[in-house]
């Protein structure tokens, strides 16, 4: 599978946009790009995917490189309890399959 | 249930000791995975279940890991002999496809294994 990479770490304010990076610059057509966050004594959270075009949720904002090579995973606001660590995961083809999560963005929020 | 259920929360086991840790998928759910996390390291894929059928096992590191998933819902992690390098946390994950695709996969809390 395709790798991903990411900063050790990343630090914001309260209330402050966030934007982590994510470099896949050997991404395939057929692989679709996920994030999914970890916070302390927690298993992983989903986030957000998108192959292509943006994709904006609840939680997030993905916006991707027009030659798919890089993706920035959008926090519009950054709470406290947005601190965690970040994933950014290629998946290949239309099933999901294992996930290859690499060591991730540790993000801190102060206030 | 709400959620993945994993149990127990923590254990410590001596080595030498054989461990069980169990995880109640979210009901319905097809698709169950369980990763290993070390400290300070991402969650590594240990192993897959389709149903009952444990479709990929390539992750489980050594034939002291033994993973089972008799009735297709609750699935149990078995590790022989635990050795002090076994100790990491545990997680597991389940979806249902092809809503794993819109929804992603819901993890656990994980087990957190010591082996003393």
């Known amino acids: 599978d395709a790798k991903t990479t990411q900063p050790n770490s990343m630090e914001s304010n309260e209330e402050e946009p966030v934007h982590l990076p994510c470099n896949h610059s050997?991404?395939?057509?057929?692989?679709?790009i996920h994030w999914y966050r970890q916070l302390p004594s927690q298993g992983p959270e989903y986030v957000i995917h998108?192959?292509?075009s943006n994709v904006n949720n609840r939680m997030a904002s993905l916006a991707i490189a027009e030659d798919r090579k890089s993706s920035t995973l959008i926090l519009h606001r950054a709470t406290l309890r947005d601190a965690a660590v970040y994933y950014c995961?290629?998946?290949?083809?239309?099933?999901?399959?294992?996930?290859?999560f690499g060591r991730g963005t540790q993000l801190t929020v102060w206030p | 249930g709400a959620g993945v259920s994993q149990s127990p929360r923590y254990k410590v086991a001596k080595r030498g000791q054989d461990v069980a840790l169990r995880c109640d998928p979210i009901?319905?759910?097809?698709?169950l995975f369980w990763y290993q996390q070390a400290l300070g390291q991402g969650p590594e894929f240990l192993t897959y279940f389709q149903n009952e059928a444990q479709l990929d096992k390539s992750g489980l590191p050594s034939d002291r890991f033994f993973a089972e998933r008799p009735e297709g819902s609750v699935s149990t992690l078995k590790i022989q002999r635990t050795q002090q390098e076994d100790s990491a946390v545990y997680l597991c994950?389940?979806?249902?496809?092809?809503?794993?695709?819109?929804?992603?996969?819901?993890f656990g809390s994980g087990t957190r294994l010591t082996v003393v």
């Open positions: 009901s319905g759910h097809v698709s």
């Open positions: 998108g192959l292509t």
């Open positions: 994950a389940s979806s249902s496809p092809p809503w794993d695709r819109v929804y992603g996969y819901t």
């Open positions: 995961i290629l998946t290949r083809g239309s099933t999901l399959g294992r996930l290859y």
């Open positions: 050997t991404i395939s057509g057929t692989d679709y």
